[in-house]
């Protein structure tokens, strides 16, 4: 039986190249997205790299395709190996400006939905007593600047959740990171007035998860800032 690794958010920039990336580590990948049509792309370049991929096509808003998700975890109990919470969501303005509706949803993709997954994975991780739960966060987890209050708030939550479930379940041999990239070159960073040709791209990303999976069972990287070389 092949080892499992799910990977939300796999429709955009950064989740597509970390998939690419884990079919060709020999990973058999669950993909989540909304957008039905690029996750079929994408599912069928995987299984042309002779792997095997199923997708999910959802809203991480909505809690029927969570309960849904934590079934098909659960079926897959005895092998998934990987989570990568990935989806997610920037609101860029003052943070007078947006709804509290918008406050909601972007802590229930940028967190919520990722403490949901991470609680589905567990119990088959701990039974192995092996995984990797990955956490893409952001610099603006570590920072703050105007215009990105809301943002910089999921993402410095995310990055608390994830340290602190590191301590709760390293003793089980499941290695938990968060991987906070800078600007990198996706869909999220188009109309922000920034030099693209200078950003991460989603494959430096990947490279970064593909460390955290191979390093040796008496290490786990909990944190990786990554930030473009030149500001971009
Ligand atoms: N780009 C950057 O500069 C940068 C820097 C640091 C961190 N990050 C983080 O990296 C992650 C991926 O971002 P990206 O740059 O690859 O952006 P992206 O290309 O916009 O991709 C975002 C992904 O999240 C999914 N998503 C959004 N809302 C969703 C929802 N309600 N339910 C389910 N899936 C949803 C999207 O699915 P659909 O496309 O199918 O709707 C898409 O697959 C995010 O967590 C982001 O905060 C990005």
Redesign the pocket.
Known sequence: MKDVAIV??????????ISLSLIKQGYEMIL?????K??KTLSTECQSLYGNATYF??????TN?LELMNKTISSHRKSISVLV??????LRGPFYEPSMEEWS?IV???VS?ALNLSRAVLPGMIDRRKGTIIN??????RFTSAGSAL?SA??HA?NGLSGGMFEDIREFGIKVSA???????????SNIGRDKKR??S?ED?AAAVEFVIQSSPNCCPTEIV?RPQQAP
């Open positions: 939300t958010g796999a429709s955009g920039g950064i989740g597509r190249a989540l997205g909304r957008d039905a690029k996750l096509t959802g809203d991480l808003l909505d395709y919470n990935n989806a997610g969501i920037a949803n229930n993709l940028n939905a893409i966060s952001s610099l603006s987890g943002y999921t993402k995310l991987i906070m990239p800078g600007f990198v070159d996706t869909d999220l960073t950003m991460i989603p990303v990554l």
